[in-house]
């Protein structure tokens, strides 16, 4: 089925304790199609500025990646992202943010895109969320994601958007930022009370917590990071492998879910073993299955 996604085309500098990537391509929207590409046709829609130093078709190139939906914006600047890991790498801090282009009106999605029926609304200002998703028709599930400085500065929109998704995608302090508790299986249960149908919450190298409005969970460890070079793009590749295996199967009953929750782990730990898309970009799809069987044995008992 089909798969859309809209969200940030960044610029990043990148330092961890491995070494240093200036202005290298980064963006939730970037990461996401990349994973999802393994998976499923994407639907790629996203505005860049004219300074713009990446060519999008040459980064997709032979994957199924379609950039009918990608603006470059004259007269503007592409969004720009510094940021530094620090000791177990577990936590980015933002030492800079330009949202340029991303603090103007939102791109338009073309009439092909529209009826599109997954959606991923990856990680922007919610009251843009919200205007994209106001351009589509049809559609059949829903996800987004979000970040501190939405919860912090827009919680009034963000809880709005929630009312309209089928599901959130976010990190363990994002969900205790946003629900005001510290205990997670609480926190994705008043998550749920927001709107959503099923809650999804990342614990970087500890795995993830899954909830759904009946109440099923779903708990699993994360694939042994014993290669850790950056994890900018963990989340977003997590989330698109996550959508890309359930557009691929036209299904998201709970069986689906937890299997996607799955592919969008083992995906992540390859993310993380090279700066920017260069471990991602190099990697198939028979060495997704593969760590998929190892975590699977690694988890059963």
């Known amino acids: 089925m089909s798969l859309l996604v809209t969200g940030s085309i960044g610029i990043d500098t990148v330092t961890t304790p491995i070494g240093k990537s200036e202005n290298c391509i980064g963006g939730s929207a970037v990461y996401f199609s990349m994973a999802a590409s393994f998976f499923s046709p994407v639907r790629f829609v996203g505005v860049v500025g004219d300074d713009c130093p990446f060519e999008l078709s040459k980064v997709f190139a032979g994957r199924d990646v379609d950039l009918a939906g ?16 620090q000791g177990d790498m577990s936590q980015a801090l933002t ?5 340029n282009v991303l603090a103007e009106r939102p791109p338009i999605v073309p009439d092909q895109f529209r009826k599109s029926e997954y959606v991923f609304l990856a990680n922007t200002h919610p009251s843009l969320q919200m205007q994209l998703l106001d351009q589509l028709q049809g559609y059949k599930f829903v996800v987004a994601d979000t970040m501190n400085c939405w919860i912090d500065s827009h919680t009034d929109e963000l809880k709005n ?5 089928d599901a959130i995608i976010l990190n363990d302090g994002e969900a205790k930022r946003l629900t005001k508790l510290d205990n997670l299986p609480s926190a994705a249960q008043e998550l749920i009370k927001m709107g959503p149908k099923l809650v999804v919450i990342k614990k970087g190298a500890n795995g993830s917590i899954v909830l759904d409005k009946d109440g099923n969970w779903f708990m699993l460890g994360g694939y042994p ?9 963990a ?3 997590f989330a698109g492998a996550f959508m890309g ?9 709970w069986q689906f879910i937890k299997r996607a929750v799955a592919y969008g782990t083992v995906t992540a730990s390859i993310v993380i073993e090279g700066f920017s898309l260069s471990s991602l970009s190099s990697a198939s799809k028979s060495t997704i299955d593969k760590r998929l069987n190892e975590l699977k044995s690694m988890t059963e008992f």
């Open 235 to 237: 989340g977003d590749s």
């Open 225 to 233: 990071a014993v290669n850790l070079k950056d994890p900018t793009g």
């Open 95 to 99: 030492e800079g943010m330009q949202l």
């Open 70 to 85: 990608l603006e470059t914006r004259s007269g503007s600047k592409t969004f720009r992202w510094k940021g530094s890991y």
């Open 161 to 165: 958007l929630l009312k309209r998704i």
């Open 245 to 253: 295996y359930l557009a691929a199967e036209g299904r998201t009953d």
